[in-house]
C-alpha cells in the first residue's frame, strides 16, 4: 500500500484559506467533512467554528455524546446557530438541557414523537428566546403504531400556543407547526382516526393575534382534517404581516379561501394542499359548473366580501353614534337587546331567548374614546360606500383530488376552467367599482378606500385596540384614478397542481411549492 505524502506547504497554509475552503462545502456534508479534513491534515489551522455552526441529530443514539461534548465546551456552544431534532425517538430531557446551552440561537427545528409531552414544551418555551428567526415544530404522536395515549390521558399541546404568544413583539419572523398526516401503513384509513395533537382550535387565534407574530411574514399550519382556518382569519388583528400561508392537509372551504383573501391583504402565496377543497374528479362538460372556475372566481371577488362586511359596520357604527355621543349608553342601538316587559310571567315562557343571544353575540364592540360619527359631522342618513380593494395574490396551490380523472381532468383544461373564472371575478370587480364612481362622481354617495390594508399601523388606534370602529383604517376618496384597477388587473394567479410532496420538476414556474422550500429548507 503506497501512502501519500502531504506536501509541506498544504501544512502551512494560512487560517484564512482553509475558512475560504470551509465556507465553500454544502451545508448537507460540511460536519463529515471538516471532521475528514481535521483528520487529513491534524496539525493544519482548520477553522471547527463551521462545525458547530448548524447542528443536526438524525438519530438517538446521537444525542447523549452530543450533549456530553456540548458542555464542556463553552466556546462551541457560542457558535451554535441552527440545532436541527430530526428523529422520533429522542429523550426529551436530554434534548432540552441541550437546548438550555445554547445563547445564540437563530433557527430551532425539532421532530417531536411520543417521548414529548406538553410540559417538555411548556419549559423549552416559557422563556423567550431572543433572537430566533425560524421555529419549526413538527408534531408525530406515533411512530412504529397508532397510539390514542394523549386522548386518552388528556396530554395536549394547547398550552405551547399560549407560551409563544406571550413572548415580546416581533419575536418570531418564520413559523411552522406541522402535524404529520396518519401513515396509511402503520393505521389504514377507516381504521383508525387521525390523532389530536392540539385540542381546542381557539387557542390559535390568541397566538395570531399575539404581538411575538406581529411581524410575521411565513407561516406553516398544517393540522390535518381540522378545520382551523377560520381561527385565524377572524381575528381582526391576525397576523398582519403575512404574505405566505400553508394550510396544507387542513380542511378547508371555499368560503374559508375568500376570508383568508379578505383578512389577510399582504398574502403573495397560499398553499392548500391535500385539505378536500376540490372534491371535482372530473371537469362538466362545458365548465360552467366547474370548482376550478369557482375558485379562480372567488379568489377574484375577496375584496368584495371585505367591502361588504365593512359596510355593514359602517352602518351600525352611523346610526348608533350619528345622534349619541356614547353609544354604549343607546339602548336603540342595532345589536342591542332590549329591556324586559314588566309583569308576570307564567311557568312556560323562556326566561332565555336563543334570538337575543345571537344579537349580543353580532353587537359592535364600540371603541371608547375614538370619535363617533356625530363628531366627524356625519348624519344618521349618511351613505358611505367602500371601495373594494383588488386581488393581490400571486400564486395558489391545490392538489388534485383523490382518484380524479386525470385523462379528463387535465392540467392545462384546470388551468384554462381556473382562469375564466378569474376573469369572470375581475369582470364583476370592475362593474362594483364602476358603479361606486359613478355615485362618487355623481354626489350620492361618499366613497373610501382602504388605507394601508392589513398594516399594524392602519388607521386611528382606538383605547380597546378596535381598528375597525368608524372610519379607522379608511380613507375618502378624492380623484378618480383610485377606481382603476392598474395594468395587471388580468393578470391571473400561478396555480400550481403538483402538491407539496413531489419532485421540484413537475411545479409550475414560480409557484409557492418553490418558494415554500426555500423558506422552510426542508422537503415537507
Not at 441529530?57 to 452530543?66: A, C, G, N
Request: hydrophobic share 40%; net charge neutral.
Amino acid at each position: 500500500m503506497v501512502q501519500a505524502t502531504i506536501p509541506a506547504q498544504v501544512l502551512h497554509l494560512p487560517s484564512e484559506i482553509y475558512g475560504d475552503i470551509v465556507d465553500h462545502i454544502q451545508d448537507d456534508t460540511v460536519q463529515q467533512d471538516i471532521l475528514a479534513l481535521t483528520r487529513a491534515f491534524p496539525r493544519a489551522p482548520i477553522p471547527i467554528e463551521r462545525l458547530f455552526r448548524d447542528i443536526r441529530l438524525s438519530h438517538r443514539e446521537q444525542i447523549v455524546p452530543f450533549y456530553t461534548r456540548i458542555r464542556r465546551d463553552e466556546l462551541a456552544r457560542g457558535w451554535v446557530r441552527t440545532f436541527s431534532l430530526e428523529t422520533w425517538q429522542a429523550d426529551a430531557d436530554v434534548v432540552i438541557n441541550i437546548l438550555a446551552l445554547f445563547p445564540r440561537l437563530r433557527v430551532l427545528k425539532m421532530f417531536m414523537g411520543p417521548n414529548f409531552a406538553p410540559d417538555h414544551l411548556e419549559e423549552l418555551f416559557t422563556r423567550t428566546r431572543e433572537g430566533l428567526e425560524y421555529l419549526s415544530l413538527r408534531f408525530r404522536p406515533y411512530v412504529q403504531r397508532a397510539t390514542y395515549y394523549q386522548f386518552l390521558a388528556g396530554a395536549y399541546f394547547d398550552s405551547l400556543l399560549f407560551a409563544l404568544a406571550k413572548w415580546p413583539a416581533s419575536s418570531i419572523p418564520r413559523l411552522s407547526i406541522v402535524q404529520d398526516p396518519l401513515d396509511q401503513s402503520i393505521a389504514p384509513v377507516g381504521k383508525f382516526a387521525q390523532p389530536f395533537v392540539f385540542h381546542r382550535l381557539d387557542p390559535f387565534s390568541t397566538l395570531s393575534c399575539a404581538p411575538s407574530l406581529a411581524t410575521m411574514a411565513y407561516f406553516r399550519l398544517r393540522i390535518p382534517s381540522r378545520q382551523i382556518s377560520r381561527f385565524i382569519h377572524q381575528p381582526q388583528r391576525s397576523l398582519p404581516s403575512l404574505t405566505f400561508l400553508d394550510l396544507s392537509t387542513c380542511d378547508v372551504r371555499f368560503l374559508d379561501v375568500e376570508a383568508i383573501l379578505g383578512r389577510f391583504s399582504k398574502l403573495d402565496h397560499l398553499i392548500l394542499d391535500q385539505c378536500n377543497l376540490i372534491t371535482q374528479r372530473e371537469l362538466p362538460e362545458g365548465g360552467l359548473e366547474s370548482q376550478w372556475a369557482t375558485l379562480g372566481k372567488t379568489m377574484a371577488l375577496s375584496g368584495v366580501k371585505l367591502m361588504k362586511d365593512r359596510e355593514k359596520k359602517l352602518r351600525i357604527w352611523i346610526e348608533a353614534t350619528a345622534t349619541s355621543d356614547d353609544p354604549q349608553s343607546n339602548e336603540s342601538s342595532p345589536g342591542t337587546t332590549s329591556k324586559g316587559k314588566k309583569g308576570r310571567r307564567g311557568l312556560a315562557t323562556a326566561t332565555i331567548s336563543l334570538r337575543q343571544m345571537t344579537e349580543v353575540k353580532q353587537a359592535p364592540a364600540f371603541a371608547t374614546g375614538a370619535k363617533t360619527a356625530k363628531e366627524l359631522g356625519l348624519k344618521p342618513d349618511s351613505k358611505i360606500r367602500v371601495l373594494p380593494p383588488k386581488p393581490r395574490l400571486q400564486s395558489i396551490a391545490v392538489s388534485l383530488p383523490p382518484h380524479a380523472n386525470t385523462e379528463q381532468l387535465g392540467p392545462a383544461d384546470i388551468r384554462a376552467e381556473f382562469e375564466l373564472g378569474w376573469a369572470q371575478g375581475i369582470a364583476q370587480l370592475m362593474s362594483i367599482r364602476t358603479r361606486l364612481k359613478t355615485s362618487w362622481y355623481n354626489g350620492t354617495a361618499k366613497v373610501v378606500s382602504f388605507e394601508n390594508l392589513g398594516s399594524e399601523g392602519d388607521g386611528e388606534d382606538t383605547e380597546d385596540g378596535d381598528r375597525e370602529y368608524g372610519l379607522s383604517g379608511l380613507k375618502y376618496v378624492e380623484n378618480e384614478e383610485t377606481f382603476a384597477l392598474g395594468m395587471d388587473v388580468d393578470r391571473c394567479p400561478i396555480l400550481c397542481l403538483a402538491g407539496s410532496w413531489t419532485p421540484s420538476e413537475g411545479h409550475t414556474a414560480n409557484c409557492g411549492h418553490d418558494i415554500g422550500r426555500e423558506i422552510w429548507t426542508d422537503n415537507l
